[in-house]
């Protein structure tokens, strides 16, 4: 007869440990994902915000075996995970435009959500929908266009496989796991818990859903209920534009932790636990199974808030272009872009590698073992070789030596396959400039890194270290 309550208690704490991860990732794509989608909503006869999609059928019962990925069966594989390692989970919500109009739908939203275990440290990085990248067997394009293609095409784990692909190939970070998030979930979700606590810097005018429900929010602290906070965090006309936008969209996000974490809402919480958990579990896909969301959540607990870094993939890091097309694109910057990743992804507040901070360069490339090919575009008869041969003395995997094809005053470097360590070392021993690294990503390339050695090299050669 004394069972029963205590499984009760632990169903509870199971269900307050996944709202954790699970509000956290719904909040993101909530407030991130509305800048482009709300505008484009059609107004209901209801109040709230519109269903994108019902829950998928094919998903597990949340009731059921907790070791099953979140998912339907075509999904990603699922990876184990030791809860003490690094993970990177990618969030993705998709574009409601496409839905609206029967399409397969592309992603609106991509960030990047990482957790330390060891450091207990976390970042988010958001990547604009514009980047212009390369997608495996599809050559370049934009990055929102790797969902779509990986389900029109039934790439193995569909959309959220190619995306993942994309993304890890472009940032050189290992992604393991994806979250698609149902962001509509989570006007309701803040209303359940009494609306979130935001600190207005200063006057705005929102629109929440509906017809004139125009409201002006003073400065100052005060409780917004799930439709204001969404129109507030979509909010664009104020002197900063996008940019505003994007720092009152972090700023939501920390509200919904902050709520969520607070010891005030745990009576709350534990009321509505079942509830809750339904609604927004009903919303979510994720190769992440339910025993590991609980595993991210209570390492989320110990996470300060200090040590969760945030940043965007803004105007800094990125040139404005056209595609061959004519659309609007975003070529990377690649040095700049690899500094705003590691000042995220690192351990702390310095631009610093992802990998462990106490190895030094040499050990860091040591460890990734790049497979490098050597070829000689100089007029210097047995470059190749001569570098190759102090390479390895470095402790480089030299797999390779020919020649180019042609005759190069400058040295380049090809990135097949997501090496930034030794990608970093070779361009600074070489002096290769950013404009002279060209990412081709190829997981099925014979090789991670080529190196086209031109007359540059060769004048400086002479002068390493022997």
């Known amino acids: 007869m004394k069972r029963k309550p205590r ?10 440990a996944a709202f954790g991860v699970v509000a956290l990732i719904t909040a993101v794509l909530a407030f991130v994902v509305v800048r482009n989608l709300v505008n484009s909503w059609e107004m209901t006869d209801l109040p709230g915000s519109p269903q994108i999609n019902a829950a998928d059928p094919n998903l597990p019962a949340t009731s059921g075996d907790a070791s099953i990925p979140m998912q339907a069966a075509e999904g990603p594989i699922a990876e184990p995970w030791d809860g003490a390692s690094r993970i990177s989970v990618l969030v993705m919500g998709l574009d409601y435009r496409d839905w609206e109009s029967g399409e397969t739908p592309r992603t609106d939203t991509m960030i990047l959500l990482t957790l330390d275990p060891t450091t207990r440290t976390a970042g988010m990085l958001s990547i604009p929908r514009d980047m212009w990248v390369e997608i495996p067997d599809f050559d370049h394009g934009k990055i929102n266009t790797a969902y779509y293609l990986g389900e029109i095409y039934d790439i193995p784990g569909g959309g959220p496989a190619l995306a993942m692909e994309t ?16 962001f509509s979930a989570f006007v309701r979700f803040i209303d359940e818990i009494g609306g979130l606590k935001i600190n207005v810097p200063e006057e705005i005018k929102v629109d929440p859903i509906g017809p004139g429900n125009t409201v002006i929010l003073e400065p100052g602290v005060q409780i917004l209920p799930g439709d204001v906070t969404l129109a507030y965090a979509r909010a664009r006309y104020t002197e900063g534009g996008d940019f505003d936008r994007a720092s009152r969209q972090q700023q939501v996000i920390m509200a919904a932790r902050d709520q969520i974490l607070s010891l005030n809402m745990l009576p709350t919480l534990i009321t509505k636990a079942p509830k809750l958990y339904a609604e927004i579990s009903s919303g979510i896909s994720t190769n992440l199974s339910l025993d590991q969301v609980i595993k991210l959540a209570n390492l989320a607990l110990q996470v300060d808030p200090n040590n969760i870094k945030r940043g965007i993939i803004g105007p800094d890091v990125v040139m404005n272009s056209k595609s061959p097309d004519g659309l609007d694109i975003l070529i990377p910057i690649p040095d700049e872009i690899r500094m705003l990743r590691d000042e995220i992804f690192a351990d702390s507040g310095s631009a610093m590698p992802i990998a462990a901070l106490t190895d030094d360069p040499a050990n860091l490339v040591q460890q990734e073992a790049a497979r490098i090919s050597l070829q000689n575009g100089s007029q210097t008869v047995g470059l190749a070789a001569n570098t190759a041969e102090y390479l390895r003395g470095q402790g480089l995997n030299i797999v390779e030596e020919t020649n180019a094809d042609s005759i190069y005053d400058a040295s380049a470097i090809i990135v097949y396959n997501g090496k930034p360590y030794t990608v970093q070392y070779l361009a600074d021993m070489m002096g290769v400039t950013t404009a002279n690294i060209y990412n081709r990503y190829d997981p099925n390339a014979p090789v991670d890194i080529a190196v086209i050695l031109g007359n540059s090299w060769a004048s400086n050669y002479s002068n390493l270290p022997q």
């Open 167 to 182: 993304v890890e190939g472009f940032l050189g970070v290992p992604i393991k796991y994806y979250a698609q998030v149902d």
């Open 7 to 16: 499984q009760l208690d632990r169903l509870t704490i199971i269900l307050l």
